[in-house]
């Protein structure tokens, strides 16, 4: 069954230690560093939950028949792909595609996992039980679910065992009768202060003697033990919704987790010390492949947002029509559309596997997850410079129009025509949080690295695309001909092919 708002809400406040500005955090609804991002997804669980929207937003669960969100969905075919494109761009669009690792994120990597549950059986069906249980239990309360399955950065050059201490990237500490104690630090839990779980894992190769980190579970956010390090916020920051427009409703915050000898049962263990299960539970299922198609979905609405705001400027500024600033504009669209489209390639080339369930083109998802990283960054360079000066010749803050000698002089000298200056001024520091602050400078981070890191993705985009298929035509274009001319065959005589034409 899907959760209102108030319901999601209400579930946050819990035992949770999440830690910010030297302190730890009473309750993450209210505090002012989160209670933003809360109110939005609040807001997004709200529509899911609107029997209006069910059609879209959600389906039957297969358990329980009651409407679960769309996101949880296994995908059978590329119309099941389709009707969830649907629904999380919709859901994306709440957030203005500003909120990377919402709950239909790791939605998509547990319905991947539990799609191909065998994966997990490779070590004992009781762990692909556990799989699909979880699973089906986040689906059919609406949970929400972050996750951590990077180490942190202290030592790369070094494998987890060989680190200084042996529990500084998480991993097991202990094992019991009845579960399993993790001690050691992951990276890095975007969402995870406002989450209902972390699933914690490991997407970094491990290598033999890493057992203790190759490990998949899931734990309450308000497990014991659990510290979740939160960075700086940019919602506190932001002094007016008018000022920070997306910090103050979309900063998601990240954070580095801590887990203090925490303990799991044995039913939220999916993998335990098993590293070829730890490596093929992401390319083996379609869960990293489901998780990232959802957030390329979101990511197009991004761009069509970053688009959006390039022509109102123009339009604003009085410079639309003029032909630079449309090839300008035409840049922005482009990137857009390709990105667009190569969603859409993705339904398009799905694979359905040998247990009926339809993987997302590998190629096109993988080809944003590389040019991404490239042409984010470019885009918010150009949206910068269609903006010239206007978005730092701004007043420091909404407070400024109190004041009467500095609103009459704002009104006068920062407007254009049809754009009365507090809508001037509105649209602009909209474009700043989204170019320039330190809300639109982490987004720029995220965008570049939230698959991966750039190299890592560029080496996994040569392995899913078809050079067979590339190479063999070299080798045609290779083919017939010699230092001697053409081969017999293909119409020419051996020899020919001295002669020009
Ligand atoms: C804003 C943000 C949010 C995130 N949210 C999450 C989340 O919710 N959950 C989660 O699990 N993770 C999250 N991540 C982490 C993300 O998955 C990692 O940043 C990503 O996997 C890259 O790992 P890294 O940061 O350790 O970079 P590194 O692997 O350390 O790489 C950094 C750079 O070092 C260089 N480098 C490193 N190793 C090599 C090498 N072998 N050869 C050549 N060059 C090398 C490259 O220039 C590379 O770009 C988030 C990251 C960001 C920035």
């Known amino acids: 069954m899907t959760r209102s708002g108030k319901e999601y809400i209400a579930g946050l406040r819990d035992s ?3 830690f910010i500005n030297g302190e730890f955090v009473d309750d993450v609804t209210t505090h002012p560093a989160f209670r933003g991002a809360v109110a939005s997804l609040a807001r997004v669980y709200d529509e899911a939950h609107d029997p209006a929207n069910a059609e879209v937003l959600t389906y039957p669960s297969p358990t329980t028949g009651e409407p679960v969100n769309r996101a949880f969905l296994i995908p059978r075919s590329e119309e099941d792909l389709r009707l969830r494109r649907v629904a999380l761009r919709r859901q994306a669009e709440t957030t203005l595609g500003l909120m990377g690792r919402g709950p239909e994120h ?4 547990l319905a991947g996992w539990a799609a191909r549950s065998d994966v997990f059986a490779a070590a004992g069906d009781e762990y692909a039980d556990r799989v699909v249980r979880f699973y089906e ?3 059919d309360r609406d949970l929400y679910c972050s996750y951590a399955i990077v180490p942190p950065q202290i030592d790369r050059g070094k494998p987890a065992h060989q680190q200084a201490d042996p529990h500084l990237y998480a991993g097991v500490k202990e094992e019991r009768p009845d579960g399993v104690v993790l001690a050691g630090a992951q990276m890095l839990g975007t969402g995870a202060a406002i989450s209902d779980y972390l699933v914690l894992s490991c997407i970094v190769p491990l290598r033999p003697g890493d057992e203790d980190q190759a490990i998949s579970v899931a734990l309450p956010i308000g497990a014991e033990g659990l510290k979740i390090y939160s960075r700086r916020s940019y919602a506190e920051a932001a002094t007016s919704v008018y000022d920070y427009p997306l910090a103050s409703r979309f900063d998601e915050t990240d954070a580095l987790i801590v887990l203090d000898d925490v303990f799991v049962p044995w ?4 993998v335990y ?3 070829d299960i730890t490596r093929d539970q992401w390319n083996h299922t379609p869960a990293h492949l489901l998780g990232n198609n959802q957030a390329q979905i979101r990511f197009s609405v991004k761009l069509d947002l970053l688009a959006g705001l390039a022509l109102r400027v123009a339009e604003m500024n009085g410079t639309a029509a003029l032909p630079p600033v449309r090839g300008t504009l035409g840049e922005l669209a482009a990137h857009a559309a390709l990105v667009s489209g190569l969603v859409a390639a993705q339904e398009q080339n799905c ?3 040998e247990h009926g369930v339809a993987w997302p083109g590998a190629a ?4 944003v997850m590389t040019l991404q990283s490239d042409f984010y960054p470019k885009l918010l360079t150009i949206l910068r410079d269609l903006c010239g000066g206007g978005v730092i010749q701004l007043p420091s803050a909404a407070a400024d129009y109190g004041h009467p000698e500095a609103r009459a002089d704002l009104e006068r000298y920062v407007q254009s ?9 509105k649209l602009l520091k909209l474009v700043w949080d989204m170019v320039g602050s330190e809300f639109a400078s982490r987004h720029q981070q995220y965008e570049m690295f939230y698959a991966g890191a750039p190299f890592l993705v560029r080496t996994r985009m040569s392995q899913v695309y078809d050079f067979d298929r590339a190479g063999a035509l070299v080798d045609r274009a290779l083919a017939g001909y010699g230092v001697d001319g053409f081969e017999a065959g293909d119409g020419f005589e051996a020899g020919d092919g001295f002669e020009a034409g």
């Open 106 to 109: 790791v939605a998509g990597f």
């Open 267 to 270: 039913e939220r263990v999916f």
């Open 273 to 275: 010390r098993n590293l």
């Open 16 to 18: 949770r230690r999440v």
């Open 351 to 353: 694979r359905i596997d």
């Open 417 to 425: 025509p049809g754009h009365p200056s507090q809508e001037r001024v």
């Open 364 to 367: 096109e998802a993988f080809a």
């Open 137 to 139: 239990h986040v689906r």
